[in-house]
């Protein structure tokens, strides 16, 4: 108790002084103040003591619509978003940390903590959802302490599930780490972007590759935007696609397009005149891609250079992308005195450049890359490529749980890495290949059938379950179609075959996305 009053006492000081956000006509004040009264300041409580994401305060104004019974009309989630987005919503930084939650799609990131601190705030709290939904927060000392009291109210059985531990203390220690590690700060300022235009977009999609194209968008007044544009990928397949999208805060983006006749969303944060995020398809047309989107200012700008290493020996042609760049000569691309011989260069889009190169490094090292003096990056020299490594290491596949509960799928990669330089220093990686997969059994007990239920992976890594989430007769005890298998990958480069493995767990639907 005497923690919860020190923490209050801290929280009535940070908070002291700032200027609430919503007069009187706004939204938020007519639907929250009800409840949460306004302070002498004018301050709505616990509104104006946290900043998070537009998909956490979707969660929050669903939880009181549902829970508490605030009246929603046709519109006012958009309204209320939006209103709240303005000031108390996270920085661009802030929102990228937690980008892999933006989509609500299954993520293949592995939290792990920190710190002994925060291993230790993990085992009270991550395990009934994500550290990233934590991560996805920014408050007062006082609204992290109410967290506990929140958790025994929504999940009174907590402090039995946990009972290997004293949970409120535990939860206590954490949220004081939590107050600590992710204060509110200050409420966001949201500018006034001007998305509309044409902009040159560059992305990649795992296990297909890298693709550009270009992204048209007209402003459709009330922070709602038209979008449209066209791709064309590596693989020589080109798509189109257009839909609407959503700016909140004036920084985070929320489209939601038809890529082709398939329904898409992407999640991305505005930069000045870089946009960057990512597109995800849902199974059974599942893929992921992330981009980066560039606008013509009449200054060179580049997006990237592929791929972005070098092999010792091998003639390479490398693509340095990005808008507004210069015409080049081979006497016009330096590699910062590194042994690379440039054969060629020459342009191949409005918005790419190819090089033709050789490196005949004979150690590991970095390459800045110019050309005409412009700054195009770095690239790896490596003298050759000593293993690769499937990513995710572990897949987590969910099988379909009915119409509302679709299948969700995993993409693997095989990432090359080369030796480091320094003995007992990490092996460098390189970047993605095109390795092919294939399924194998993982023996875990006596007559394991997993292999057979599983269906097969994509020549390029990409796997979605066919089976439904439901007792299978056809199985010892009609057990569940889920199960653990081997994932294995080769890719050949020269006369070397390089062979790695990842295992792939498919397992129920996501019946409580909103935990995440």
């Known amino acids: 108790m005497r923690r919860r009053l020190a923490l209050v006492t801290l929280a009535l000081a940070a908070a002291a002084g700032g200027a609430h956000a919503f007069d009187r006509d706004s939204l938020v004040r007519r639907k929250c103040a009800g409840c949460h009264e306004p302070a002498a300041d004018g301050r709505i409580p616990r509104v104006e003591d946290m900043r998070t994401t537009p998909e956490e305060w979707t969660v929050i104004v669903d939880r009181m619509r549902r829970l508490h019974g605030m009246p929603l009309g046709a519109g006012e989630m958009d ?13 661009p930084d802030e929102q990228r940390a937690v980008a892999y939650l933006s989509l609500w799609h299954n993520a293949q990131v592995v939290e792990a903590p920190a710190d ?3 291993a230790k705030a993990y085992a009270a709290c991550v395990r009934c959802h994500t550290a990233g939904k934590i991560l996805s ?14 958790h025994l109210y929504i999940v009174p059985t907590v402090v039995f599930q946990m009972r290997e531990m004293r949970w409120v203390e535990e939860a206590e220690a ?3 780490h939590f107050a600590r590690k992710l204060p509110y700060g200050s409420a966001w300022q949201a500018p006034r972007p001007d998305l509309a235009g044409t902009w040159a977009v560059f992305g990649y999609a795992p296990g297909r590759g890298p693709w550009r194209g270009e992204v048209r968008l007209a402003d459709a007044g009330n922070g709602e935007w038209k979008i449209d544009g066209h791709a064309a990928h590596a693989d020589g397949m080109s798509e189109s696609f257009a839909g609407e999208a959503t700016l909140y805060g004036g920084h985070a983006l929320r489209t939601r397009t038809r890529n082709d006749g398939v329904d898409t969303r992407g999640a991305f944060v505005v930069d000045g005149g870089r946009i960057g995020g990512e597109w995800h398809r849902p199974a059974p047309d599942f893929r992921t891609s992330r981009s980066t989107w560039l606008r013509a200012s009449g200054t060179p700008q580049v997006a990237r250079v592929w791929p972005a290493f070098l092999v010792t020996g091998e003639r390479t042609r490398l693509t340095v992308e990005g808008v507004d760049l210069p015409d080049v000569t081979a006497a016009d691309v330096r590699f910062a005195g590194a042994p690379v011989r440039v054969h060629a260069a020459r342009r191949v889009a409005p918005t790419a450049v190819e090089l033709v190169v050789t490196s005949s490094a004979a150690h590991l090292a970095t390459a800045a890359l110019t050309l005409r003096g412009l ?64 399924l194998a059994e993982a023996t875990t007990r006596p007559g394991d059938d997993d292999l057979t239920w599983l ?27 889920s199960g653990l298998v081997k994932v294995l990958a080769r890719y050949r480069r020269g006369e070397r075959t390089h062979e790695a493995s990842a295992e792939l767990i ?3 639907p996501d019946y409580i996305a909103r935990l995440r």
Do not use: C
């Not at 927060?137 to 929140?150: G, H």
């Not at 992976?457 to 990409?462: D, K, L, Y």
């Open 375 to 438: 700054d195009a990056g770095t690239v790896t020299l490596a003298p050759a490529i000593d293993h690769i490594a499937v990513v995710p290491p572990l897949g987590r596949a969910r099988m379909s749980g009915g119409t509302h509960y679709p299948a969700e799928g995993v993409q693997f990669e095989a990432i090359a890495y080369a030796k480091p330089a320094r003995r007992g220093a990490k092996p460098v990686a390189l970047g993605p290949v095109a390795a092919t997969f294939r």
């Open 137 to 150: 927060y920014r408050m007062t000392p006082q609204a992290w302490a109410k967290l506990a009291d929140f």
């Open 79 to 91: 309204r209320l978003l939006k209103e709240l987005s303005a000031t108390q919503i996270l920085a």
């Open 174 to 176: 954490a949220l004081a």
């Open 455 to 481: 269906g097969t992976i994509a020549p390029n890594g990409s796997y979605v379950p066919h089976v439904d989430y439901a007792p299978n007769p056809r199985r010892a005890y009609q057990g569940e179609n």
């Open 116 to 118: 002994e601190a925060e």
């Open 506 to 508: 498919v397992t129920v």
